[in-house]
T-cell receptor, first 114, second 111 residues
């Protein structure tokens, strides 16, 4: 079974630009969660999508948004990029039927904002 | 007080040592407990998943959960240089996929 895939793996953007990251979950998984990982803050939850609906949201500004498609693939968008948005962005997938399921992470997209 | 506390280390041990990694938490609503291993510049890899107090063993790894003390542990027996990585504890409340992570402990196993 293929794992979670994320594209692109690396991105360099300039302040003020916007960026879209993509995540394809494990086949059969309907929940996709997004996390930001930085050396200072560690792994922080951004949001979770299940059956095309945002089911949970972390404490990030509205510049961070996401969506999920009918095939469970998900995208997250960051608008008006700031230097502090430089981070590893990880997505995780799970069955999502009951909450607290085992979550499997992708390799991440490393975003650098200059 | 952070919801999940984990000593960030780093921890350096000789090959063959028994390693003990720990996390404490403050939210008594946490029901599901996980340990992830993350190699440099890679995504976290799920090592252990538990949802009740007690021990769970998988090969050289044992996960322990003590809900009364709000304390979880991961033991690695006969540690190998390939175990050198950052270990993250994570937990979630019932009905939610949101994981709350510890800061991670960097482990180095020296040959």
């Amino acid at each position: 079974k293929a794992g979670v895939t994320q594209t692109p793996r690396y991105l360099i953007k300039t302040r003020g630009q916007q960026v879209t990251l993509s995540c394809s979950p494990i086949s059969g998984h309907r929940s996709v969660s997004w996390y930001q990982q930085t050396p200072g803050q560690g792994l922080q939850f951004l949001f979770e999508y299940f059956s095309e609906t945002q089911r949970n949201k972390g404490n990030f500004p509205g510049r961070f948004s996401g969506r999920q498609f009918s095939n469970s693939r998900s995208e997250m968008n960051v608008s008006t990029l700031e230097l502090g948005d430089s981070a590893l962005y990880l997505c995780a997938s799970s069955l999502g039927n009951r909450g607290g399921d085992e979550q499997y992470f992708g390799p991440g997209t490393r975003l650098t904002v200059t | 007080q952070k919801e999940v506390e984990q000593d960030p280390g780093p921890l350096s041990v000789p090959e063959g040592a028994i390693v003990s990694l720990n996390c404490t938490y403050s939210n008594s609503a946490f029901q599901y407990f996980m340990w992830y291993r993350q190699y440099s510049r890679k995504g976290p890899e799920l090592l252990m998943y538990t949802y009740s107090s007690g021990n769970k063993e998988d090969g050289r790894f044992t996960a322990q959960v003590d809900k009364s003390s709000k304390y979880i542990s991961l033991f690695i027996r006969d540690s190998q240089p390939s175990d050198s990585a950052t270990y993250l504890c994570a937990m979630s409340v019932g009905g939610s996929e949101k994981l709350v992570f510890g800061k991670g402990m960097k482990l180095t196993v020296n040959p």
